[in-house]
């Protein structure tokens, strides 16, 4: 008898226990409603969550909660592709603005993607010459090349710019050199992926693009060093300019893609519940 009386009290408690738990978690799930109606996501997302953690017994609150975390995630995908879309509108603007300045050069027999240049550093316009060009393609990744073509071979791989002064900047050994001759004149080429072996050059070359006069050396088993034209040092920083542009659309279109993929994950999970609740 004692027994029973023993485990009917413990049942009253443990009733009394979860009554308690459901009236908290109820109260919590409330706020976190109203933290999602005001548009704080974050708030209402810490607030179902933290009704997990306090409240496991809480088991109807608990998948109220499923289904309004949903709901946030939902509205929040929503909100950021609005964002992202809107800032796509910005850079486009700021491309269709100057894009028009650059030759876009792309064969679509086979190439997917195309890349620009500044009109002074076209190929046919600079034969002979040796030189830093830059260029930068559809996604935003720009590259310089130093063309060497001054006389006998040097076989260089990396270059160093710098400024009437000891400021100065150079590339690491470029991961992408070759060489050629046209009617027996040696020419040397390397190329240097900005932001990842050029070793800051571009930047240096933004950066000082006011300074009179700059230093080209081509860094091989012989140096050879000339002075950068005026034209060249414009082309640079325009290109950084451009790839600036490039990239940052390219970033957001990744951005993009992620919160579509979210959405439809989220939409997909609501439309099963929603199945299965009606089963």
Known sequence: ??????????????????????????????????????????LAKLQIDSIRTLYPKAVDVRKAGVRLMQQVDLHEQRKTLAYLDSMMQVKQAALDSIKDRFVLEKDTAYQEIGNYFYPTQVVEKNIGRSFLRAQVNELGEMLLTSIYCAGGSIHHTAVK??????????????????????LGRPIEKADYRVGKDDGGVAAFIVANQDKRRFLLEFIGDRN????????????????????????????????????????????????????????
């Open 224 to 279: 050879y060093t000339t002075t950068m034209r005026t034209d060249d040092v414009k082309a640079i920083a325009a290109v950084s300019d451009l790839a600036r542009i490039l990239s940052a659309m390219e970033q957001i279109r990744k951005e993009q893609n992620e919160a579509n993929l979210k959405l439809k994950f989220v939409t997909r999970k609501m439309e099963e519940a929603e199945k299965a609740g009606k089963e």
């Open 161 to 182: 710019v710098s400024t009437d002064g000891d400021l100065f900047a150079q590339t690491a050994p470029s991961p992408d050199s070759y060489e050629t001759t046209d």
């Open 1 to 42: 008898m004692k027994k029973m009386m023993v485990a009917a009290v413990c049942l009253v408690m443990f009733l009394a226990g979860c009554n308690n738990d459901s009236k908290r978690a109820g109260e919590l799930f409330q706020r976190a409603e109203l933290s999602f109606a005001s548009g704080n996501y974050n």
